[in-house]
């Protein structure tokens, strides 16, 4: 495969890895969490690419993080130590998960009595016990049950059941999403809120194995979360334009980004690159923020998209791109543009070859 040296002989668009930054990235995440007494389960819904899990294990995961059935089938020829983070309803999904090696030590997150009952069910006839981590909600809003009593109420039922048991309990701070400096209070309003629940288990008898938590915006700051055994960050194998933001990665550490080719320049102030929402996704500030800017050039922000179509606005630059040059494109956010590429393009020190990211999708894998 020609590279990037001669990015016109790559068709655009393309996601491209930089593997040997990923790794680096891994590293510095294994490197902190050992350093703070954290496990590392990276979330690979970011890359869905056993390539890039592979690496995240070979710097210090301990496990790995998956979203859908499909990733835990693909991820689990890679390591016994998966964990679901996402609740497992209905049965074909419980078929699949009861089907995963026996060798896989299989931990569920989940939020209620519906889903934990049919899961125990379908684990003990499959002769295995599945670990039952507690989803609560510490303020995003999206899943979790509400207070430590239910809490302790899931993890009772969940100790009591054939099929399962109660590793601990689990909670995704994705509501902290400010600038590292201003996460202070929202990080102790959290780290109070963990205190209770651990408290209310305590007095249950119900000591937790496992405190799951962790995101890419609080990576740095998760050891001052008491109570947390271990962080699933896993955009932070290749940052995005949020992770800028944010300020927990700079320019330097971004090892994904979208290859476009410029295809117009007739609109004055505008350029036009062949990566639209179908290559980069319509995801994250919008408005005049946009849709990703310019590895090279962040003056140049993506004002908008369509399809096929990403409008590069040139007003606050100097640069002049012509018809047929190629720019490097950070999305907002990465693990939707990843999941748009059937391809990428990855480079390793002087080569380059294509990777396909094989957890894509919501087919049963076959290997
Ligand atoms: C449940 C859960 N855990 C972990 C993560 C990883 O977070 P991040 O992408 O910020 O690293 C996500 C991301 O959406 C998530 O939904």
């Known amino acids: 495969m020609r590279g990037w040296e001669n990015p016109d002989d790559v068709e655009t668009p393309v996601g491209y890895v930089d593997l040997d930054r990923a790794r680096a990235n891994a590293r510095r995440v294994a490197r902190y969490a050992s ?5 590392w389960r990276p979330h690979i819904k ?22 859908t059935l499909r990733e835990a089938e693909v991820m689990s020829a890679l390591t ?40 125990a069910a379908t684990s003990s006839r499959a ?48 509501h902290i999403r400010m600038t590292v400096a201003e996460q202070t209070p929202h990080l102790v309003e959290l780290a109070d809120r963990l205190s209770r629940t651990l408290e209310a288990l305590h007095a249950a008898d119900l000591e937790p194995e496992i405190v799951s938590g962790g995101s890419t915006p609080t ?48 609109v004055p ?10 290559a980069l996704a319509k995801e994250g500030r919008g408005g005049d ?23 590069l606005d040139l007003s606050a630059s100097e640069w002049r791109p ?12 990465v693990c939707v543009s990843v999941n748009l590429q059937d391809t990428l393009l990855a480079r390793r020190g002087e080569r380059h070859e294509l990777l396909r990211p094989e957890a894509r999708g919501r087919e049963p894998w076959t290997g």
């Not at 419980?94 to 060798?103: I, S």
């Not at 849709?291 to 050039?297: N, T, W």
Request: glycine content about 10%; aromatic content about 4%; hydrophobic content about 40%.
């Open 269 to 278: 102030g505008h350029a036009v690159v062949d990566a639209g929402s179908k």
């Open 322 to 333: 012509r018809i047929g040059e190629t720019v490097r494109i950070i999305p907002n956010h």
């Open 127 to 174: 002769g295995r016990s599945t670990g039952v981590l507690i989803e609560q909600d510490m303020g995003l809003g999206r899943t979790g049950v509400q207070t430590p009593a239910h809490v302790v109420a899931l993890a009772r039922r969940a100790a009591e059941l054939e099929g399962v048991t109660f590793r601990g309990i689990l909670f995704y701070p994705g």
């Open 80 to 119: 016994s130590d998966i964990l679901l983070a996402y609740p497992p309803v209905g049965e074909k999904k419980l078929a699949r998960l009861a089907d995963l090696p026996p060798d896989v030590d299989l931990k569920v997150s989940l939020d209620a009595v519906e889903v934990l009952e049919p899961l």
């Open 289 to 311: 923020a946009g849709f990703g800017v310019l590895l090279d050039h962040p003056e140049i922000v993506l004002s908008s998209l369509s399809e096929e179509h990403g409008v």
């Open 46 to 67: 970011t890359h869905k690419s056993t390539t890039l899990a592979r690496i995240q294990l070979e710097e210090g995961a301990l496990g790995l993080t998956v979203a």
């Open 35 to 39: 350093e703070h007494g954290l496990r």
């Open 219 to 266: 990576l740095w700051r998760s050891h001052e979360i008491d109570g947390v055994t271990e962080i699933r960050s896993g955009s932070c194998i290749f940052y995005d334009r949020e992770a800028l933001e944010v300020g927990v990665a700079d320019r330097g550490d971004i090892a994904y980004t979208v290859l476009a080719t410029v295809v117009s320049t007739s």
